[in-house]
């Protein structure tokens, strides 16, 4: 065999097998995000923490919502300015913690305005997606709902 052709294999070797090594760590972030149908919840919002729990009708809105946003989530790549303005806690008709939406508002951080963040009770998977306001509107919708204190701009 002449060198030139076991450079060649070999460099075809190595490029299959770094590409094959980086698509296995990269397509599990591909998969689209289950959500589970939820049946109860609360939600706490704003620096003073003021917790509630969700109506029927709210719980409708959180199902639909993330029945038409199943796509376009991604790994947190970035660290967020604070924890959130407002979390959802939602839980299964087993009455079992099954995610948390995580949802700046524009009271901590503007440049995270309608960014939601979707976690496993144990906050072992998180993703991530910022969306439009139209898109964004439903959770906002619940979110301000009820008065709270808003925290002073910094």
């Keep these: 065999m002449r060198k030139e052709t076991a450079f060649i294999i070999g460099f075809v070797v190595f ?4 590409a094959a090594l980086i698509w296995t760590f990269a397509i599990p972030n591909f998969k689209p995000v289950i959500f589970p ?3 109860s919840g609360s939600v706490d919002v704003g620096p003073m923490h003021r917790t509630r729990a969700l ?8 199902n639909d919502w993330t029945a038409h946003h199943k796509s376009g ?3 947190l790549s970035r660290t967020p300015p604070s924890s959130g303005d407002a ?4 839980k299964d008709a087993q009455g079992k913690d099954v995610m948390v939406l995580t949802l700046w508002t524009g009271i901590s951080a503007a440049d995270w305005n309608a960014t939601v963040f979707v976690e496993s009770p144990d906050g072992t998977q998180v993703h991530t997606q910022s969306f439009s306001n139209k898109e964004f509107a439903p959770l906002r919708m619940i979110v301000d709902r009820f008065p709270y204190h808003h925290s002073s701009y910094p």
């Design 15 to 18: 490029t299959v097998s770094t």
């Design 37 to 39: 149908q939820v049946v």
């Design 55 to 62: 109506s029927t009708d709210e719980i409708r809105t959180v």
């Design 73 to 75: 989530w991604g790994p």
């Design 87 to 90: 979390h959802l806690l939602l």
